[in-house]
């Protein structure tokens, strides 16, 4: 299976921040590649797609990057409603496989 | 409006057995390979099954593999997940979702039902 090392496991930012996160995969996935937030009690909602792609509805603050084996999400200026956990997701091949998640806190 | 509705979840002892249903409705059900995802308390997010539209091909994480068993019905718009030799370490909320490998950006999960596996 293919392993998403995704760092850092949590980070603390205040509103204005630029915040980064990668996610490395054990081999090369090509761009097959997305981005989830989650918020406590909540289902996962994708971000970015196709490692970057703009889904639908989703704020331009937040962009992806990369391609192969190291991929990075981005979010330009951290507003409140930012704060949550994010993690990346292979789809290149079974079985998919999840990054550890990324906890955005507030500093 | 697209809606997915987990049930059966609930609390059964180690060696146990359950099964998930996910009701679907909203959207071109039979259309769409789907997946089952799970979070154990205070963890990540872990991919655990998916199957096919036609229900002919299926794939399981490692950690379920011959324990779980996945499959649809595309006449009752329904996803199974039938859990066997349950396990403590199986406890987790149990997402049933559009599968991502086709058309990732079509995004849809529901929202979740608790699998407890404790004597």
């Known amino acids: 299976a293919i392993q998403m090392t995704q760092s850092p496991s949590s980070l603390s930012a205040s509103v204005g921040d630029r915040v980064t996160i990668t996610c490395r995969a054990s081999q090369g996935i090509r761009n097959d590649l997305g981005w989830y937030q989650q918020k406590p009690g909540k289902a996962p909602k994708l971000l970015i797609y196709?490692?970057?792609s703009l889904q639908t509805g989703v704020p331009s603050r937040f962009s992806g990057s990369g391609s192969g084996t190291d991929f990075t999400l981005t979010i330009s200026s951290l507003q409140p409603e930012d704060f949550a956990t994010y993690y990346c997701?292979?789809?290149?091949?079974?079985?998919?496989?999840f990054g550890g998640g990324t906890k955005v806190e507030i500093k | 409006e697209v809606q997915l509705l987990e049930s059966g979840g609930g609390l059964v002892q180690p060696g146990g057995s359950l099964r998930l249903s996910c009701a679907a409705s909203g959207f071109p059900f039979s259309s769409y390979a789907m997946s089952w995802v799970r979070q154990a308390p205070g963890q990540g997010l872990e991919w655990v099954s998916g199957?096919?539209?036609?229900?002919?091909?299926?794939y399981y994480a490692d950690s379920v593999k011959g324990r779980f068993t996945i499959s649809r019905d595309n006449s009752k718009n329904t996803l199974y997940l039938q859990m066997n030799t349950l396990r403590a370490e199986d406890t987790a909320v149990y997402y049933c979702?559009?599968?991502?490998?086709?058309?990732?950006?079509?995004?849809?999960w529901g929202q979740g039902t608790l699998v407890t596996v404790s004597s």
């Open positions: 997701l292979q789809d290149y091949n079974y079985p998919l496989t």
């Open positions: 979702a559009k599968d991502p490998t086709i058309r990732i950006e079509i995004d849809y």
């Open positions: 196709a490692a970057s």
């Open positions: 199957i096919s539209v036609s229900g002919g091909s299926t």
